[in-house]
C-alpha cells in the first residue's frame, strides 16, 4: 500500500528527472558561425553511440566533441580543418559520410555494382524468355510427321 510520503517522493524524483539533462549553450558571434555548427554536429558520428551523431547523443565524449568544435569555431577554423582533425583523432568512422579512399571504396561502389548486376540478371532473364527453343524453329522430317499421324489416329480410334 502506497503511503502519502511515498507518493510524494516518486512525484519528486519524477519532477526531478528533466533537471538532470545536460542543456549546453553556446554563444556565437554570428549566426553564420552557429549555422556552421549546427551542420557540423550533424555531420560527426559519435564514436560511443556509432548510430548518433553528436548533435543528437548525450554521451560524456559527444559532449567533448560539441565543445571542442565550438573552440575551434571560435578560433576560426575552417570546416576542413575542423574535420581533418576529427578524422585524426578518432578515424573515418566519425564521418557520416567517409571520403572516398581505397579503404572506403566497396562503400560507395557496392551499391552502384549491386544495382548493375540486378539490371544485368533482369535483361539475361527477358532475353532467355524472348528467344525461341530450337526445337521449335525446326521443321519435322517426313518419318516424324508420319510417326506423329499415326499416334493421332491411334488415339482417335481408342476415344
Do not use: H
Not at 528533466?18 to 553564420?32: N, R
Not at 552502384?112 to 524472348?130: I, K
Amino acid at each position: 500500500m502506497k503511503t502519502p510520503l511515498s507518493r510524494a517522493l516518486l512525484l519528486l524524483c519524477l519532477l526531478a528527472t528533466p533537471g538532470m539533462a545536460v542543456i549546453e549553450t553556446y554563444e556565437f558571434s554570428d549566426a553564420a558561425l552557429e549555422q556552421r555548427y549546427q551542420v557540423l554536429t550533424a555531420e560527426l558520428r559519435c564514436p560511443k553511440c556509432q548510430n548518433q551523431n553528436i548533435a543528437d547523443s548525450n554521451a560524456p565524449i559527444a559532449q567533448d566533441l560539441r565543445k571542442r568544435l565550438y573552440q575551434q569555431l571560435q578560433e576560426g577554423a575552417s570546416d576542413e580543418e575542423i574535420m581533418e582533425y576529427m578524422v585524426a583523432r578518432y578515424g573515418e568512422f566519425v564521418l557520416y559520410l567517409p571520403r572516398f579512399s581505397s579503404a572506403t571504396a566497396i562503400l560507395w561502389l557496392a551499391p552502384v555494382l549491386l544495382l548493375l548486376a540486378g539490371a544485368a540478371v533482369v535483361l539475361l532473364t527477358l532475353r532467355t524468355r524472348q528467344q525461341p527453343t530450337a526445337a521449335a524453329g525446326q521443321e519435322l522430317s517426313a518419318e516424324e510427321t508420319q510417326r506423329l499421324q499415326t499416334l493421332l489416329d491411334d488415339s482417335e480410334k481408342e476415344s
